[in-house]
């Protein structure tokens, strides 16, 4: 789970700016960790709480958050409810990168190319080396396992090999 950080500001601002997809459609990545913490945050709300967990399909260690056609922490002024309460999960703040399981087994991030914020990223940014710690962090069998269930349809080109 992390916060925002001077390395993706400029990212995190386009983003906004473009009111893309990001936040309206496809399945976010959720370590049972994360899944947890947002839960405990939602324990005094059961009907939040409630449709979280509707939205979400447990895969043992991880699960996967259907944002459906707007992710339900996403409020009215395009920023996240979870953002500055520290539990948005990890994946929200990697995007529009992605950490992706290669044919030979090994791992890279990809950006997608869904919008102008993408160009905020270079091979060499700060932002794409704190991805790669994170999914350290997070652990590589767990991500290869994700990414077993899960991949997005959309167009990527590769920024950084892990």
């Given at each position: 789970?992390?916060?925002n950080t001077e390395?993706?500001?400029s990212l995190a601002s386009a983003c906004r700016n473009a009111n893309t997809w990001?936040?309206?459609?496809g399945f976010?990545?959720?370590?049972?960790?994360?899944y947890q913490a947002i839960a405990d945050y939602l324990a005094d709300n059961p009907r939040v709480l409630s449709e979280f967990c509707s939205r979400s399909k447990d895969h043992g260690d991880f699960l996967l958050y259907d944002q459906k056609t707007r992710c339900q922490f996403l409020q009215s002024d395009e920023?996240?409810?979870?953002?500055?309460?520290?539990?948005?999960?990890?994946?929200?703040?990697?995007?529009?990168?992605?950490v992706y399981l290669t044919e030979d087994g090994s791992l890279e991030i990809r950006v997608s190319e869904c919008c102008s914020a993408c160009n905020?990223?270079?091979h060499d940014d700060?932002?794409?080396k704190r991805v790669e710690e994170q999914a350290k962090i997070i652990g590589i069998p767990l991500l290869v396992r994700f990414r077993k269930v899960h991949s997005y349809d959309v167009n990527y080109h590769v920024a950084k090999k892990i």
């Open positions: 789970m992390t916060k390395n993706n500001a990001c936040c309206k459609d976010i990545f959720i370590p049972r960790q994360e920023m996240c409810e979870l953002f500055a309460l520290g539990i948005r999960p990890t994946e929200c703040f990697w995007w529009p990168a992605h905020h990223i270079k700060e932002f794409l």
